[in-house]
């Protein structure tokens, strides 16, 4: 099996900011994309960024400028530091990687347990 785990969240004021980290462990082949999403109270989850192997990043509109994300292929992380965080980024965070695991040809996706991002105004 494959298993992501998540640290980083918590309580910010406005302006602050907080990095999320995300360590996938298991029988792993290789990861395609790495990313995280977000679920506010209420609303759907949404793509917050995902970067693929590659290194190439791609960030939803609201966070462009303010959220770095990056990864270790190494080992098999990603984090994602947030700056400038206002209460729209108040969500719960969940990562996400699409891994291929060892003996098998598909990919699959698989998620964290979410962490809890709190930003007061």
């Known amino acids: 099996q494959v298993q992501l785990v998540e640290s980083g969240g918590g309580l910010v004021q406005t302006g602050g900011s907080l990095r999320l980290s995300c360590a996938a462990s298991?029988?792993?082949?290789?990861?395609?994309?790495m990313g995280w999403y977000r679920q506010a109270p209420g609303k759907q989850r949404e793509l917050v960024a995902f970067i693929i192997s590659s290194g190439s990043t791609n960030y939803v509109d609201s966070v462009k400028g303010r959220f770095t994300i990056s990864r270790d292929n190494g080992k098999n992380t990603v984090a994602l530091q947030m700056n400038s965080l206002k209460p729209e980024d108040t969500a719960v965070y969940y990562c996400?990687?699409?891994?291929?695991?060892?003996?098998?040809?598909?990919?699959?996706?698989?998620w964290g347990q979410g962490t809890q991002v709190t930003v007061s105004s």
């Open positions: 298991g029988s792993i082949f290789s990861i395609n994309t």
């Open positions: 996400n990687a699409n891994v291929r695991r060892s003996g098998e040809v598909r990919a699959y996706d698989y």
